[in-house]
């Protein structure tokens, strides 16, 4: 069982996330009023709490977002999940599509730390049933098949 720490949202691709009070997720689309929602694989990022938190502890100074991440959870270490595991948070069910991307060699965080942690660090899903999410929500992970 994890925690919501933070939900963060882009209104332009290219542009750092900033974070917000609640976000409406809509199936298979992703985050209302984020850039990177869309009919894809790639509808909702997730990175763990703990390990941005470790990179903070490298002295890096990122706030909620910086990484590019739709939502930042306490509790998971998601990289270590299989492919198609299945988070449940409210309503909303989220399916895991990919783990890890390629990093834009322009990162500023990588450029001031020399390293970044979404590439092997963050995860992708699609959203399977929409909702609302706010920070300090719940977050599950549940087996395939059992969410619906």
């Not at 994890?2 to 900033?18: D, N």
């Not at 917000?20 to 850039?35: H, T």
């Not at 959203?127 to 719940?138: A, F, K, M, Y």
Request: aromatic share 8%; proline share 2%.
């Amino acid at each position: 069982m994890g925690k919501v720490i933070a939900i963060c949202i882009s209104e332009e691709k290219g542009t750092q996330k900033h974070s917000v009070q609640e976000a409406e997720f809509i199936e298979d689309w992703g985050i209302k009023g984020d850039a990177h929602a869309g009919k894809w694989h790639r509808q909702v990022s997730l990175l763990s709490f703990d390990k941005i938190e470790d990179f903070r502890a490298r002295g890096a100074e990122v706030t909620d977002g910086a990484f590019g991440e739709n939502i930042v959870v306490e509790g998971f270490d998601f990289a270590a999940m299989p492919v198609g595991t299945r988070f449940r948070c409210n309503d909303v069910i989220l399916e895991m599509t990919q783990i890890g991307k390629k990093c834009h060699h322009g990162c500023a965080i990588f450029q001031a730390m020399g390293d970044c942690i979404m590439p092997r660090e963050g995860v992708f899903t699609k959203v399977i049933h929409g909702g609302v999410i706010r920070p300090g929500d719940e977050f599950l992970c549940c087996e395939k098949g059992q969410d619906e």
